[in-house]
Structures are given as C-alpha cells and as structure tokens.
Nanobody, 121 residues
Framework: QVQLVESGGGLVNTGGSLRLSCAASGRTFSNFAMGWFRQAPGKEREFIAAINWSGGSKYYADAVQGRFTISRDNARNTVYLQMNSLKPEDTAVYYC??????????????WGQGTQVTVSS
C-alpha cells in the first residue's frame, strides 16, 4: 500500500502562485510514477500532470502547459506541483496519485485525499 497526503492548497488571487506537495509513505517512493489530477464541482476528474520514477519524463495537460510544473524529490518521498499564473478556472480539488507503471493519465492505483485550490477573480 502507498499512502499519499496532499498539502499546500488554499485561496489565491488570479495570477498568483501555489505549490502543492504530496508526501508518500508505505512503499519505496522511487518505484512509483506520480500524477496530479483535479476535479471541479460538477465536473469530471481531469488529468493535470505526470512524472515518471526518476523525474526524467513529464507530461502536462494542455490547459496547464507552461504554467504548472511537476517535480519530485525521491529522497523526501514527495512530489510537487508548482502552479503559476493561476486562473479562476483552476479552482478545484487537486489529487495526487501513484502507480508502479507509468500510465500518465489513467489508471492509478493509489490516491490521496485531495487539497482544495481556490482562485479568486
């Protein structure tokens, strides 16, 4: 089992920045690819970004390309999502996910509980 705990969400103005963290425990972190997803009220969960085991491969959704950056620190068992130039449409609950393969978008075996990001206009 892998336990994932997100943090770093909050309220920010349009154009602002936040950095989300996802701390993993339970298994060897470097054996898992990681992803970030988000779900806004009334909408389906959508893929945001993914990173492979070493951090050498990264993928982004078109909606966040150039504004968000995914990274990981295997020594700290943590994956990050740096979010810049935030827009009101980025408002959602953000989830991190882990999988031993590298599915990029879906499916992932393990999920965190989510952290709320609210961008005010």
């Amino acid at each position: 089992q892998v336990q994932l705990v997100e943090s770093g969400g909050g309220l920010v103005n349009t154009g602002g920045s936040l950095r989300l963290s996802c701390a993993a425990s339970g298994r060897t972190f470097s054996n898992f690819a990681m992803g970030w997803f988000r779900q806004a009220p009334g909408k389906e969960r959508e893929f945001i970004a993914a990173i492979n085991w070493s951090g050498g491969s990264k993928y982004y959704a078109d909606a966040v390309q150039g504004r968000f950056t995914i990274s990981r620190d295997n020594a700290r068992n943590t994956v990050y999502l740096q979010m810049n130039s935030l827009k009101p449409e980025d408002t959602a609950v953000y989830y991190c996910a882990a999988d031993a393969s590298f599915p990029v978008k879906e499916p992932y075996n393990y999920w965190g509980q989510g952290t709320q990001v609210t961008v005010s206009s």
